[in-house]
């Protein structure tokens, strides 16, 4: 992946001692992430923000892709960034839903668990 950095308050997580199988984990990202670019000079920067407006990532220099260019691994992983907090609010949603017996499929709910599970040994 691109050379990114975490800054600012948008990443505290809170992360109560449970079984990552049974509760969903609480987060506290202030989302939603946007993604604005700033130029700089000729080149482009990615700035993702947190609801409270503050700086979260600040990408390295690339150029927006024009017309039919490729997309830059810089951009598709900004995105992919910006949309981790949506993510992981889905997976906390689908391991809540089994929990209160509501239908799930098998696949989604083990992989929502993993992912939480993921989520919770980079906190410890």
Same mark, same amino acid.
């Given at each position: 992946m691109v050379g990114?950095?975490? @800054?600012?308050? %948008?990443?505290r997580?809170?992360? *109560? +001692? @449970?079984?990552?199988? @049974? @509760? *969903?984990? +609480?987060?506290?990202?202030y989302s939603p992430w946007s993604?604005?670019?700033?130029?700089? %000079?000729?080149e482009d920067v990615a700035v993702i923000s947190d609801a409270d407006g503050e700086e979260l990532l600040r990408s390295r220099?690339?150029?927006?892709?024009?017309a039919d260019d490729p997309m830059p691994q810089t951009l598709s992983s900004m995105r992919l960034v910006v949309a981790a907090p949506a993510l992981l609010d889905l997976a906390n949603q689908i391991v809540l839903a089994k929990s209160h017996?509501?239908?799930?499929? +098998?696949?989604?709910?083990?992989a929502a668990v993993r992912i939480l599970a993921h989520v919770e040994a980079k906190e410890a």
């Open positions: 990114l950095e975490i @800054q600012g308050k %948008g990443n997580m809170s992360s *109560p +001692a @449970q079984n990552s199988h @049974q @509760q *969903p984990l +609480a987060h506290d990202l993604l604005c670019f700033e130029r700089d %000079g000729t220099h690339f150029w927006l892709p024009e017996d509501e239908s799930v499929p +098998a696949d989604i709910y083990h």
